[in-house]
């Protein structure tokens, strides 16, 4: 254990930028994996409520970062504030304009937190990992701690249990003496990147292979000093658009730093690596895959998990997941089913690491179901598209207790809009109107407007938008509380 005074320098830094394309349709880039409420949380939370409730279990709040992307990050507040109200003004989160993987992530955190602490040590999670029974992972920890006061980059191994072909293997050498007093530490031999099944299976009869978690522990400012020496450019180029732009970086700026993966960047580089192995007692799970989610889900006597609207007979080992349709299956075995509004998949389960092979040719075409959901999460609440065609889009509108649209007009449509349920208070030109539920009010082109929700229920709207053009990027805003600039 250790003790008070060195907790106090322990930070704890949650990288939530990723966009989860395994796990599409259901996750998207404007709403990934780490913000979804998956079948495997059993809490109901979201992956990065569960990761944040973990970590500010053993580390205050004010001594954790999360960085994300900064679509994401209205909503990574929101949630927060649902996880503990007021959490988001302790946890500062880092907004990434545009991702560059995690090298440039975790320095971007390592230079914020020795600015802040010279003594600081970092514990770096990934946002959508599962651990059934964190107190093994605190246990790990405090037997790397001395390790990482030697200026040892430490990482988290995951015992296997099968010849997985998904993960990245660390293989261990020889144990440090007296690292840690509750489980062994040991130095890295190397780093493997993703076997073939036959390799797999080598390393699981051999024995000494661990699964590369990319979870991470080490002194802040030593892990500067090993990026200086593997990746000075990347470092200094930092240093300088930090410099130049302390409130914030440009999409330009941030996009010209290198992109690479801090296993790339350092710690396949550099010689004083050290692994601890977790037990498989911890629970550990990478929600990377639908076949992950699978694993970790309540499946009934056949092994199928169903959820929503399902209806199966005879249908084994499979994973049914509806949200707006009913999905019924007959006489299946070993499939993937995941339905969303616009968009269904169906993938053998052997084979659903592979995707991205859709996703790719999704993000070549520019389709829109890749980027964003049918229903869109705001600060204020969501909107989501019922309908659109030549000169009209439908929405749903729902707005939060105490959410507020920003006063803004638009160039190219009008709207029309319909209280379905609440109280809303609508700004419209000078006029201020109150609509009950069976009330409405018209929009004009470029007039100024606002929609608010001052009561304890939540608003719902259905809002018909006519014009030339219907972008989320017709928004000239005036005003927002959120602090927003762009459409969102």
């Known amino acids: ?19 989860g394309t395994r796990l599409w349709p259901l996750s998207r880039q404007l709403h990934p994996k780490q913000l979804l409420h998956l079948p ?35 909503e990574s507040q929101r949630q927060l504030d649902l996880l503990e109200p007021g959490l988001s003004q302790k946890i500062r989160i880092l907004a990434e304009p545009v991702g560059r993987n995690t090298a440039p992530a975790i320095i971007w955190a390592a230079q914020e937190l020795v600015e802040k602490d010279p003594q600081a040590t970092m514990v770096v999670f990934p946002a959508d990992h599962v651990l059934a029974r964190p107190q ?42 007296g690292a840690g007093n509750f489980l062994p530490v ?24 661990s699964w590369n978690s990319g979870i991470f522990l080490w002194k802040a400012a030593a892990f500067l000093q090993v990026a200086e020496k593997w990746q ?30 801090v ?16 037990p498989p007692e911890a629970g550990w799970t990478d929600l990377g895959s639908w076949e992950a989610v699978l694993e970790v889900c309540s499946k009934d006597e056949k092994g199928n998990f169903c959820s929503g609207k399902t209806l199966t007979v005879d249908c084994r080992d499979s994973l049914f997941l509806s949200h707006h349709r009913l999905v019924a299956g007959l006489g299946l075995e070993g499939l993937i089913v995941v339905e969303t509004p616009d968009a269904v998949l169906v993938a053998r389960r052997h084979q659903v690491q592979e995707v991205k092979k859709l996703t790719d040719i999704l993000i070549a075409q520019g389709a829109e179901v890749f980027y964003s959901p049918r ?35 638009h160039y190219h449509r009008s709207e ?38 001052p009561g304890t229920e939540p608003v719902v709207i259905i809002e018909v938008q006519n014009g030339a053009y219907l972008g989320e990027d017709d928004i000239v805003r005036l005003e927002d509380i959120y602090g927003r600039q762009a459409s969102n």
């Open 136 to 177: 093994y992972f605190w246990e790990a920890l405090f037997a790397g701690w001395p390790a990482a006061q030697q200026d040892y980059l430490v990482t988290f191994g995951i015992t296997p249990q099968r010849a997985e072909t998904g993960y990245g293997y660390i293989q261990q050498a020889e144990a440090l003496p």
């Open 263 to 278: 296993d790339y960047a350092v710690m396949e580089l550099h010689d004083r690596c050290a692994v601890i192995p977790l």
């Open 186 to 209: 040991f130095r890295v031999e190397r780093f493997v990147e993703k076997p073939d099944k036959a390799t797999a299976l080598r390393y699981l009869e051999q024995g000494g292979f």
């Open 416 to 453: 029309h809009w319909v209280v379905i349920s609440g109280q809303a208070r609508v700004t419209r030109g000078q006029e201020v109107l109150s609509l009950q539920p069976n009330e409405s009010t018209f929009i004009p082109l470029e007039m100024e407007h606002r929609l608010e929700n």
């Open 40 to 74: 495997g949380c059993r809490s109901g939370r979201s992956l990065l409520q569960e990761t944040v409730a973990r970590i500010t279990a053993q580390i205050d709040p004010e001594r954790v970062l999360i960085v994300t992307n900064q679509d994401q990050k209205l």
């Open 232 to 261: 000075p450019q990347l470092l200094h180029d930092l240093q300088q658009i930090r410099k130049e732009s302390p409130e914030g970086f440009t999409a330009e700026q941030y996009g010209l730093l290198k992109n690479i993966s």
């Open 1 to 19: 254990m250790i003790c008070q005074e060195d907790k106090a320098h322990l930070y704890g830094v949650i990288l939530a930028g990723g966009s």
């Open 375 to 409: 229903t869109v999460y705001r600060p204020w609440g969501t909107f989501t598209v019922l309908e659109e065609g030549p000169g009209y889009k439908i929405k749903r509108i729902e707005v939060y207790p105490g959410g507020v649209l920003s006063r803004q007009y």
